[in-house]
């Protein structure tokens, strides 16, 4: 099981690009810290989908910074425990290198996504984009 403190020193261990890295500790770091999460305590999934939920609703960030800090989170503890395998298997219910998000909409509607591990910008920009044409207003009427 993955603790915030193994978190950081798997990352400085990676081959992967400094950038990247930068960008995963700077949000696994500002999720954890948002909670008061001790470093040194177990991140099990129940913990993880909890910080992240928390994240989202408390954060000071706006709400597609805050997700994208909160899903990093949650693939960098994927990765971490090794949830994710290639192959064809489905893990947890989801396709091959994707990851089930969460998003509270208002209290009592939540929101599933599955969505890949190496979600871009772009595909983001275009979910949002979709996102937008769903609220239905009868004319005249705002909520």
Not at 16 to 22: D, E, I, L
Not at 58 to 64: F, L
Not at 74 to 81: D, F, G, P, T
Not at 87 to 106: E, Q, S
Request: a positive charge.
């Amino acid at each position: 099981m993955a603790t915030g403190n193994d978190l950081m020193k798997f990352l400085d261990g990676t081959d992967w690009k400094k950038s990247t890295r930068f960008a995963y500790k700077t949000a696994c770091s500002r999720v954890l810290r948002n909670g008061d999460f001790p470093l040194d305590s177990d991140l099990t999934p129940s913990v993880v989908e909890k910080l992240a939920l928390q994240f989202l609703t408390n954060s000071v960030y706006k709400s597609s910074t805050a997700g994208l800090y909160a899903g990093r989170l949650k693939r960098l503890v994927a990765i971490y425990n090794g949830q994710r395998q290639l192959g064809r298997r489905m893990v947890g219910g989801c396709p091959p290198d994707t990851l089930k998000h969460t998003f509270p909409v208002r209290e009592g509607v939540v929101a599933t996504f599955v969505l890949p591990m190496d979600l871009t910008q772009i595909e983001v920009d275009r979910l949002v984009t979709f996102l937008k044409t769903l609220p239905y207003e009868p004319a005249g009427e705002k909520r």
